[in-house]
């Protein structure tokens, strides 16, 4: 690519439009998962008989168990999100802009 066609790219007001929503869409989905993180450490460090709790009377397994299971997966759906997100409506707005500045 050469310098011109980079510089027209970075002129784009459809490239400026894509920078700001991904950057907004990828910081507000790092702060739930930052959130959700922060909080479980939070309940450890503050609460830490609330996550050892068995989950029914003689049970082995905890609460925590589980509570951390659900990090895992909130962790992997916000990913699936981003990635949707990003090969329908970021995708699509980069062809908008390649077709635009050719």
């Known amino acids: 690519m050469t ?6 790219i970075k002129a784009n007001p459809k490239f400026q439009e894509l920078c700001a929503k ?3 869409f ?3 989905l790092s ?3 930052l959130i959700a ?3 479980f450490v939070a309940v450890i460090a503050f609460f830490p008989a609330s996550l050892g709790t068995p989950v029914s009377e003689g049970a082995i397994t905890s609460v925590g168990i589980y509570v951390g299971l659900a990090l ?3 962790s992997f759906v916000l990913t699936g999100i981003y990635v949707q ?3 329908g ?5 980069n062809k908008e802009i390649l077709d635009e500045v050719k």
Do not use: G, P
């Open 3 to 8: 310098n011109q066609i980079h510089e027209r």
């Open 72 to 74: 895992i997966i909130l």
């Open 31 to 33: 702060a739930v998962m």
């Open 26 to 28: 990828a910081w507000t």
């Open 85 to 87: 997100k990003a090969n």
């Open 37 to 39: 993180y922060y909080a």
């Open 89 to 93: 409506e970021f995708d699509a707005l």
């Open 22 to 24: 991904r950057s907004s």
